[in-house]
């Protein structure tokens, strides 16, 4: 536990500080190709990733343009759940669209 107790008598009168280590975080990236539309990408943007429509063709673009893209930062767990939906959704719609995730 972090913080320290301050005791009189073997009893706890205050925590000085509270337990506050944080996740790591993961980069969750999306990968260019010469298949996946355009328009898919967006709506995974949009639907995976909660970007706004706006905000989910930038992205888009920027994969598009420089080969990958920065879509979010998550927890572990979180991202990992995040890149297995965005694969499992692409080829659903028969798209070989990849995503990756590394360490923030
Ligand atoms: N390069 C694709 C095309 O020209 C579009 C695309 C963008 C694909 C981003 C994947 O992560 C990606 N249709």
């Given at each position: 536990m972090a913080g320290t107790d301050r005791r009189t008598d073997g009893e706890v009168i205050e925590r000085t500080r509270?337990?506050?280590?944080?996740?790591?975080?993961?980069?969750?990236?999306?990968?260019?190709?010469?298949y996946t539309t355009m328009d898919f990408v967006v709506e995974v943007l949009e639907s995976i990733f909660n970007k706004q429509p706006a905000e989910a063709f930038r992205i888009m673009m920027a994969v598009h343009t420089q080969g990958k893209g920065l879509c979010g930062v998550y927890p572990h767990e979180v991202a990992e759940t995040k890149v297995?939906?965005?694969v499992t959704l692409a080829r659903e719609h028969g798209f070989p669209l990849r995503a990756a995730m590394e360490p923030e």
């Open positions: 509270q337990d506050t280590r944080q996740p790591d975080l993961y980069k969750v990236l999306l990968l260019n190709d010469d297995e939906s965005v």
